[in-house]
């Protein structure tokens, strides 16, 4: 299918043979605006960029573009056997840590298309998905330099899950990667975490942290977490980091976190607890999961995610610590539990009492 040559033009609605799934809703049909985006609703004739506008949106390159000066815009729904091999390999290569097998890609290509009073640019960005997750792949070419505003990224109706891409120049796109490989991007959009299969996964009542700069939670006030809390916490001035360095969530990932008195995940815990400690007589009857979930650094250069469960009952208690895929990082950083001296001579029971895998 190609775009009409319009000014701020767009597609007909596309009917989508498999529904894409973007950070918990479903949408059966998408419209191809040749001002560089995809929305899902509407179309769009926007050509100053807003990711964060009330609506579900995917900008490889949201400018004003005039694809009658030249150049194709064009789209397919392919479920090939080969394009969908291609696609599940990558899937593969950028998410070592997900299962997923694709059964549909949508393509879209802006071919040599000019921007309104400059050069052409090329990009393509694909929709791949199964009935169960979903992911972006965003391929760029030749991006010529522009003095228009420009805008790369995608957001969604609530703007809770928006992600602007950093570079500051358009040309950069084609030079960067957030998967080390230069001119593309990958993304999990469909919303379930990016969680490898020894880690807990999410649950009922899960939270999480507001995209914020050094944000943290609210105070947890729970009263199976004052045990806890006293154990690990005690005196406000104890710590327990499996990765201290600088993260921005609102650059991309979720932190999110519960206390868990679940059977399915305390008889987890527990057994796990027995494993590494089989002289320890234990059986949780709590235990608090923090989750960071694909969560970048904030100089860029990569993703982390890991997580950590605190396992306990009213005499005991643990760390369980899980560590996904962790990017190199040049900034400093330190994987630590921090006793001070104060409560290691002045509650030897507690002490004794804490373990950590």
């Known amino acids: 299918i ?17 529904p894409f799934k973007f950070f918990g809703r479903t949408h059966n049909q998408t419209f191809v605006n040749n001002n560089g985006h995809l929305t899902f609703t509407e179309p769009l004739s926007d050509y100053i960029p807003l990711l964060n506008s009330g609506r ?5 390159l949201w400018t004003q573009l005039d694809n009658r000066r030249g150049g194709t815009i064009s789209c397919r729904e392919d479920r090939s056997s080969a394009v969908l091999a291609l696609v599940t390999a990558a899937i593969d290569r950028y998410f070592p840590n997900i299962t997923f097998v694709a059964t549909s890609a949508f393509v879209a290509t802006w071919d040599s298309v000019p921007y309104q009073n400059g050069e052409g640019v090329t990009f393509q960005v694909v929709l791949v998905s199964n009935v169960h997750r979903s992911f972006i792949l965003i391929n760029y070419g030749d991006i010529a330099e522009t003095e228009q505003m ?4 995608y957001s969604t109706l609530d703007s809770l899950h928006s992600f602007t891409i950093p570079v500051t120049s358009a040309p950069e796109l084609s030079s960067s990667s957030n998967i080390n490989v230069y001119g593309r991007r990958s993304f999990h959009v469909d919303g379930s975490p990016n969680l490898p299969t020894n880690f807990l996964t999410s649950g009922a009542g899960d939270r999480v942290n507001p995209p914020a700069e050094d944000g943290t939670a609210s105070y947890l006030q729970t009263p199976h977490f004052w045990e806890i809390l006293f154990k690990i916490h005690w005196r406000n001035c104890d710590i327990i980091a499996p990765l201290w360095t600088r993260l921005d969530n ?6 999110s976190y519960r206390e ?9 815990v527990t057994a796990a607890v027995k494993q590494y400690f089989p002289n320890i007589p234990f059986a949780a009857t709590s235990a608090f999961v923090a989750t960071w979930d694909s969560v970048p650094y ?3 250069g990569g993703v982390v995610t890991f997580q950590v469960v605190l396992a306990y009952n009213v005499h ?3 760390i369980l610590i899980y560590y996904g895929d962790v990017a190199e990082t040049v900034q400093p950083w330190q994987v630590s539990e921090v006793l001070p001296l104060v409560h290691c001579a002045n ?7 804490m373990h950590f895998i």
């Open 2 to 18: 190609v775009t009409p040559r319009l000014e701020n033009g767009s597609s007909e609605a596309i009917t989508l043979q498999l």
């Open 56 to 60: 579900d949106i995917i900008a490889p």
């Open 150 to 153: 420009w805008q790369a990224g």
């Open 250 to 255: 609102r650059r991309g990932g979720t932190i």
């Open 260 to 268: 868990d008195t679940s059977n399915a995940v305390l008889a987890y």
């Open 298 to 300: 904030h100089n860029g």
């Open 316 to 318: 005991r208690s643990f």
């Open 347 to 353: 509650d030897q029971k507690n002490n004794a009492n």
